[in-house]
């Protein structure tokens, strides 16, 4: 009889969640109305993403509503329903980081309940993709910790980013998200955050035995760089990342001089989708120069083409960079970890 898949259920999320709540900071001063508590505020703030409403507002007055108010207490445990100003002032204060360790325990129960042995890949790996998004956008509200991006027409955008490490597999659907590192101005400092600093300091707070697996990171071409990538493996992690032509110049330059001496090895395979043949061409290259210099990092590069049998038209075409050693008995399964990496772009969060 088959063992039945475990499941965490929204209780056990909901029990992680409130774990982290008991000691968080409250930065009202003792005289002050204390008719809400942080840890409801929390909860309410939480109840909008987790239902993913589109509108804040429409869903605290959806919350104040009899229906709402039972799902409040009884899907959330929170006892009274803080409007979305006492939401703003109760939370303001409080650093992401007091509850950042929800994370680690979902996954430390996805990983005690064999669950992440069905996302293992490439010979027992966990991949792992890292992607920047933007959850926040104003022309006018700002705080210290803001980026900003300054118009033509005079005007300044303020937004506030992270990059969301997600484990992902091509055999799996689902996505399992990581904690987050957020791109903001570091205290102390007047220089703008970007995505690139914030994934240093994701490697470098995250040294590959946390996860209790070997680690492929995935990503896209800003990452394919020598820092980040020098730093992955310093921390112990392998990776697949995106490699453009546009912006690896010396890369591409090496690949043209060993396409000619016959270094360049092409896997051809066919495949039916159901409604034609694809033709997959896959070729792949050794210890190709990252950057020009001699101290140079050296990567393994591979390419996948897609090809419509019958009408020749090229429906797929992508190149990436790795420190896996390429085979052409492995290309195959490196391509698909490395577009496995779309399933965080279009993950709604």
Same mark, same amino acid.
């Given at each position: 009889?088959?063992? &039945?898949?475990? #499941?965490?259920?929204?209780?056990?999320?909901?029990?992680?969640?409130?774990?982290?709540?008991?000691?968080? /900071?409250?930065?009202?001063?003792?005289?002050?109305?204390?008719?809400?508590? $942080?840890?409801? *505020?929390?909860?309410? *703030?939480?109840?909008? @993403?987790?239902?993913?409403?589109?509108?804040?507002?429409?869903?605290?007055?959806?919350?104040?509503?009899?229906?709402? %108010?039972?799902?409040?207490?009884?899907?959330?445990?929170?006892?009274?329903?803080? !409007?979305?100003?006492?939401?703003?002032?109760?939370?303001?204060?409080?650093? *992401?980081?007091?509850?950042?360790?929800t994370f680690q325990k979902v996954y430390e129960w996805l990983k005690e309940k064999g669950v992440l042995k069905k996302f293992l +890949?490439?010979? !027992?790996?966990?991949?792992?993709?890292?992607?920047?998004?933007?959850?926040?956008?104003? %022309?006018?509200?700002?705080? /210290?910790?803001?980026?900003?991006?300054?118009?033509?027409? !005079?005007?300044?955008? +303020? @937004?506030?980013?992270?990059?969301?490490?997600?484990?992902?597999?091509?055999?799996?659907?689902?996505?399992?998200?990581?904690?987050?590192? @957020?791109?903001?101005?570091?205290?102390?400092?007047?220089?703008?955050?970007?995505?690139?600093?914030?994934? &240093?300091?994701?490697?470098?707070?995250?040294?590959?035995? &946390?996860?209790?697996?070997?680690?492929?990171?995935? !990503?896209?071409?800003?990452?394919?760089?020598?820092?980040?990538?020098?730093?992955? $493996?310093?921390?112990?992690?392998?990776?697949?990342?995106?490699?453009?032509?546009?912006?690896?110049?010396?890369?591409?330059?090496?690949?043209?001089?060993?396409?000619?001496?016959?270094?360049?090895?092409?896997?051809?395979k066919k495949q039916w989708d159901g409604r034609k043949n694809l033709i +997959?061409? +896959?070729?792949? *290259?050794?210890?190709? /120069?990252?950057?020009?210099?001699?101290?140079?990092?050296? $990567?393994?590069?591979?390419?996948?083409?897609?090809?419509?049998? &019958?009408?020749?038209?090229?429906?797929?075409?992508?190149?990436?960079? #790795?420190?896996?050693?390429?085979?052409?008995?492995?290309?195959?399964?490196?391509?698909?970890?490395?577009?496995?990496?779309?399933?965080?772009?279009?993950?709604?969060?």
């Open positions: 009889m088959a063992q &039945k898949a475990a #499941t965490l259920e929204i209780s056990e999320l909901m029990q992680f969640l409130r774990q982290e709540l008991d000691d968080l /900071p409250d930065e009202r001063k003792p005289g002050n109305n204390r008719k809400y508590e $942080v840890e409801d *505020a929390v909860m309410a *703030a939480f109840s909008v @993403f987790f239902t993913q409403s589109p509108s804040f507002l429409d869903h605290q007055r959806l919350m104040k509503s009899n229906k709402g %108010k039972d799902n409040a207490e009884s899907l959330f445990s929170i006892k009274k329903i803080p !409007g979305d100003n006492q939401i703003r002032n109760l939370l303001d204060p409080v650093p *992401a980081s007091n509850v950042s360790r +890949y490439l010979d !027992g790996e966990m991949l792992v993709a890292l992607d920047g998004t933007e959850y926040f956008s104003s %022309k006018k509200i700002n705080c /210290p910790h803001c980026n900003c991006r300054n118009h033509r027409n !005079g005007t300044t955008t +303020y @937004f506030h980013g992270c990059v969301t490490p997600m484990v992902v597999s091509p055999k799996q659907k689902q996505v399992i998200n990581l904690e987050p590192e @957020f791109i903001k101005k570091q205290d102390g400092h007047q220089k703008q955050d970007c995505e690139n600093a914030a994934v &240093k300091r994701w490697l470098n707070r995250n040294h590959k035995n &946390k996860y209790g697996y070997p680690v492929t990171l995935l !990503g896209d071409d800003l990452y394919s760089h020598e820092p980040v990538c020098e730093l992955a $493996v310093k921390q112990g992690y392998n990776f697949i990342f995106v490699c453009l032509e546009t912006s690896h110049k010396t890369l591409y330059e090496w690949l043209e001089f060993l396409e000619k001496s016959g270094e360049v090895r092409t896997v051809e +997959y061409r +896959y070729r792949y *290259a050794s210890r190709v /120069p990252l950057r020009e210099g001699d101290s140079s990092l050296e $990567v393994n590069w591979c390419e996948v083409t897609v090809i419509n049998e &019958k009408t020749q038209k090229t429906i797929y075409q992508n190149n990436w960079i #790795t420190n896996h050693k390429i085979t052409e008995n492995n290309v195959e399964e490196i391509v698909k970890a490395g577009r496995s990496r779309w399933k965080v772009e279009n993950y709604e969060l």
